[in-house]
């Protein structure tokens, strides 16, 4: 969840499937849910790190913690492990899931490196600049173990040797899209805060950045609160931070479950005349509430392609397939086995925005260039069409 300077993806949409995981634990209590049982669903399924599956290597993904947003990516993988056939290369995709912590992260990195099926690993950073995550990731490489950033990066300045490319949103242009929706919600500018999850994690550092320097002078940020993915504290947040704030009258949603934290609030306290709405991430409750009419625009990502190219990816890394890698990343020099340009290791995986069926405050010709423009009903047909449930 694209600037300029970075490479963008001509994005395979030929069978696209939402977020992440299917659950092999409960999530820890007030941690975001999924609210799926243990179904044992293969290829994609979650994992645990010491499970070797038989003679097949693993190609893994590892999130920055629980939520539904993972289910549109786990699909993503199913679908790439059957499209390029993995297992008659000897390889499986699988999910695993991190509790949201930085630690947990590094533990997770640490066993990998002690198991002999892992092939790869790819990772949304809980914590962009967090040092032993990056010598955890380093010390992969450093033994053969190809790392890939999918969903929020390291800090690139920091830490650019730790991973092979980032597969993602470009997140900074994910929130200018996000700010582009309030001005035009509210030309007359308005007082705002922003709700996520870590706050230190790159994706929220450059979706914030990216809706402030968007909005501008005309909207004044009153608020900016972290949960540590904790469904409790996402709601107390919202709830502080209209306290605190008499003249609030915009709430910004970086994560995808901050959507429900801010769209329960609102619901609760009779607020939502005086409210506008945007949030990031189309989660099922996120849906359900801007059916309701309790959310004025969604920015949405496209973790089912995080999970199709982020396989595909690290399938062409360990079979060391270059025409597929200068496909996707056309600044990669095979011959030098690095890219050509600053930037070049970036694939972006698109944005839509969603607004409710009959509101006419936001268009399509506001976005050109930036995201695709869809009603609800448009986006629902889609998910449909995808078996998707989210975004």
Request: hydrophobic content about 35%.
């Amino acid at each position: 969840m694209v600037m300029a300077r970075r490479v963008s993806l001509a994005v395979v949409f030929g069978g696209m499937s939402i977020c992440l995981v299917a659950c092999t634990s409960k999530p820890q209590t007030g941690k975001p849910d999924s609210g799926k049982p243990d179904s044992g669903k293969s290829p994609a399924q979650n994992t645990n790190a010491g499970d070797t599956g038989g003679s097949l290597r693993r190609l893994l993904m590892l999130t920055n913690g629980d939520d539904p947003f993972w289910d549109a990516m786990r699909a993503g993988m199913e679908d790439a492990d059957r499209d390029f056939k993995l297992s008659e290369v000897g390889l499986r995709a699988e999910l695993d899931k991190n509790d949201g912590t930085a630690k947990g992260q590094v533990d997770k990195l640490k066993q990998y490196a002690g198991q002999n099926d892992i092939a790869a690993v790819s990772i949304s950073v809980t914590d962009s600049q967090n040092v032993a995550i990056h010598d955890a990731m380093r010390a992969l490489r450093s033994q053969g173990i190809e790392v890939v950033t999918i969903d929020s990066d390291v800090d690139r300045k920091k830490a650019g040797d730790t991973r092979f490319a980032y597969l993602g949103t470009d997140n900074i242009i994910g929130g200018r899209v996000l700010g582009m929706a309030a001005r035009g919600l509210r030309p007359q500018g308005g007082k705002y805060a922003a709700f996520v999850g870590i706050k230190s994690a790159a994706n929220a550092q450059e979706r914030t950045d990216g809706f402030a320097e968007e909005v501008g002078k005309d909207f004044e940020q009153l608020d900016y609160l972290g949960d540590e993915m904790d469904l409790s504290t996402a709601q107390k947040n919202v709830r502080d931070a209209l306290d605190r704030h008499a003249g609030l009258n915009t709430l910004v949603g970086i994560w995808a479950y901050n959507a429900h934290a801010i769209a329960h609030t609102v619901k609760d306290r009779g607020i939502r005349d005086k409210m506008t709405v945007v949030c990031f991430d189309a989660a099922p409750k996120a849906i359900g509430h801007m059916e309701d009419g309790l959310i004025d625009a969604l920015v949405v990502q496209n973790p089912y392609q995080m999970g199709y190219q982020g396989t595909k990816l690290m399938r062409a890394i360990v079979e060391d397939d270059h025409d597929t890698l200068s496909q996707m990343f056309p600044e990669y020099e095979p011959d030098e086995r690095s890219f050509k340009k600053p930037g070049g290791d970036i694939l972006i995986t698109g944005l839509k925005v969603v607004v409710p069926d009959g509101d006419k405050r936001l268009t399509k010709e506001m976005f050109e260039g930036k995201a695709e423009f869809l009603t609800l009903s448009e986006f629902k047909d889609w998910l449909v069409k995808y078996k998707l449930s989210g975004s």
